[in-house]
């Protein structure tokens, strides 16, 4: 069965940083593709990043470019994103989710982990 927890969410001042992790499980992590997506209060859901399976390739949404950093250890499974230079505008509910392929350009999200919120607030 396919698991992603993600953790590291939580109340945070503008400027500030969070990691957050996603921890993977019943799957082969090292050979799909990875993406976090968010989902701010009352609002749909936004891609933020994507990386491919080995970790050498990434992408970003406009909003997390120069300020998000998405990295991943296949030895432990886990996903992460660092997000600096907080703003209010990044309070959502942060979602990892796999990718149904090695490579994150044309293939969609398959399976989601249950979120971990962030708020961002003075």
């Known amino acids: 069965e396919v698991q992603l927890v993600e953790s590291g969410g939580g109340l945070v001042q503008p400027g500030g940083s969070l990691r957050l992790s996603c921890a993977a499980s019943?799957?082969?992590?090292?050979?799909?593709?990875m993406s976090w997506v968010r989902q701010a209060p009352g609002k749909g859901l936004e891609w933020v990043s994507a990386i491919n399976s080995g970790g050498g390739s990434a992408s970003y949404a406009d909003s997390a470019k120069g300020r998000f950093t998405i990295s991943r250890d296949n030895a432990k499974n886990t996903l992460y994103l660092q997000m600096n230079s907080l703003k209010p505008e990044d309070t959502a509910v942060y979602y990892c989710a796999k990718i149904g392929s090695s490579w994150y350009v044309g293939y969609g999200m398959d399976y989601w982990g249950k979120g971990t919120l962030v708020t961002v607030s003075s």
């Open positions: 019943g799957f082969t992590f090292s050979t799909y593709a």
